[in-house]
Nanobody
């Protein structure tokens, strides 16, 4: 059974940085970070498979890193802007064709809130 626990969210001012953590266990396979604003679809922003890929909306500002010893996937976020305000989720085990689609992942964490003020 895969378990995912996110942490590290918070409130920052525009231009600030945060590091989100996703502590994971089990056979996670491909993992990804998503974010969601109330009333909108969940958006895939970064995927860690054999390669790491990013959505255009975060490319150059967000970086996936990983602590392999302790099974933690990180999302390092810099240059945060108010439009980055969302609930951020960690996802695991790719079961569908589109790595940036929430429908393609079987397991989800509970989410961690990021709020960026101008």
């Amino acid at each position: 059974e895969v378990q995912l626990v996110e942490s590290g969210g918070g409130s920052v001012q525009a231009g600030g940085s945060l590091r989100l953590s996703c502590a994971h266990s089990g056979d996670t396979g491909v993992m990804a970070w998503f974010r969601q604003v109330p009333g909108e679809e969940r958006e895939g922003i970064a995927v860690r498979g054999i390669h790491i890929t990013y959505a255009d909306s975060v490319k150059g500002r967000f970086t996936i890193t990983e602590d392999y010893k302790n099974d933690i996937l990180y999302l390092e976020m810099t240059g945060l802007q108010p439009e980055d305000t969302a609930m951020y989720y960690c996802a695991a085990l790719l079961v569908g064709p589109d790595r940036f689609s929430p429908a393609s992942y079987r397991y989800w964490g509970q989410g961690t809130q990021v709020s960026v003020s101008s």
